[in-house]
């Protein structure tokens, strides 16, 4: 895994078991990978990997059963959703807005060229 400066590796990795999460990789009440199966994986330290679990733990995304290992929760894909979605309307689209304000882009167009896109890149059926 190729890691990106000014997010902590704990954070990008708990965000890479969301993705599969997403993905269908892992679903409701199935075991993810062992802390160190996905050190191994992702190539660091088990003490990283231990704190993104810990991490997607806190959030509700995953939880332990002692002695078994993580597993992913029953609401962890709307839960992973949910705090996307606020993090994408909250910082990314004000910085879009702004960019389509100083581009001289109208919702119209941002409209037209999302039909575009999606006609070109159809969603994958839901799990």
């Not at 050190?39 to 959030?59: C, G």
């Not at 389509?100 to 839901?126: F, K, N, S, T, Y």
């Amino acid at each position: 895994m190729t890691f990106k400066e000014g997010k902590p590796i704990y954070v990008q990795i708990a965000d890479r078991i969301c993705d599969e999460i997403l993905a269908g990789a892992y679903a409701a009440d199935q075991r993810i990978p062992s802390v160190r199966e996905y050190s191994v994986l992702v190539e660091v330290n088990v003490n990283t990997t231990v704190k993104a679990y810990d991490h997607l733990a806190q959030q509700g995304v995953v939880y332990n059963r002692r002695g078994m290992g993580y597993y992913v929760a029953p609401d962890a894909p709307a839960l992973i959703r949910a705090e996307r979605r606020q993090a994408f309307t909250g910082e990314v689209l004000p910085d879009v807005f702004r960019q389509m304000r100083l581009l001289g882009i109208g919702a119209d167009e941002l409209v037209e060229r999302w039909r575009q896109w999606e006609a070109a890149h159809p969603a994958p059926p839901h799990p």
